[in-house]
Nanobody
Framework: QVQLVESGGGLVQAGGSLRLSCAAS????????MGWYRQAPGKQRELVAT???????NYVNSMKDRFTISRDNAKNTVYLQMNSLKPEDTAVYYC?????????WGQGTQVTVSS
């Protein structure tokens, strides 16, 4: 089993920045893909970005210029740096880890951007 624990969410004014972190523990394979999704109130969950353990990152186009995903393989941790935040970025942000054994989700961390 794999556990994912997110941190770093909170309340920020429009134009501000936040850095989310997600630490994975448990039975983690060397080959995996970590990523971030988000779900705004009344909307479906959507992909933000993914990053494999070895390879290039993948972003949703609308967030590519403001968000940066990175990871520390030694710590099994993935990060999401979010800059120039907008009220429409308000959502619960979920960390994921996908590997041969399955896909795992964190509990989510709330990000609220005030105008």
């Amino acid at each position: 089993q794999v556990q994912l624990v997110e941190s770093g969410g909170g309340l920020v004014q429009a134009g501000g920045s936040l850095r989310l972190s997600c630490a994975a523990s448990g039975r983690i394979f060397n080959a995996n893909v970590m990523g971030w999704y988000r779900q705004a109130p009344g909307k479906q969950r959507e992909l933000v970005a993914t990053i494999p353990s070895g390879g290039s990152t993948n972003y949703v186009n609308s967030m590519k210029d403001r968000f940066t995903i990175s990871r520390d393989n030694a710590k099994n941790t993935v990060y999401l740096q979010m800059n120039s935040l907008k009220p429409e970025d308000t959502a619960v942000y979920y960390c994921t880890l996908r590997q041969l054994a399955g896909i795992y989700w964190g509990q989510g961390t709330q990000v609220t951007v005030s105008s």
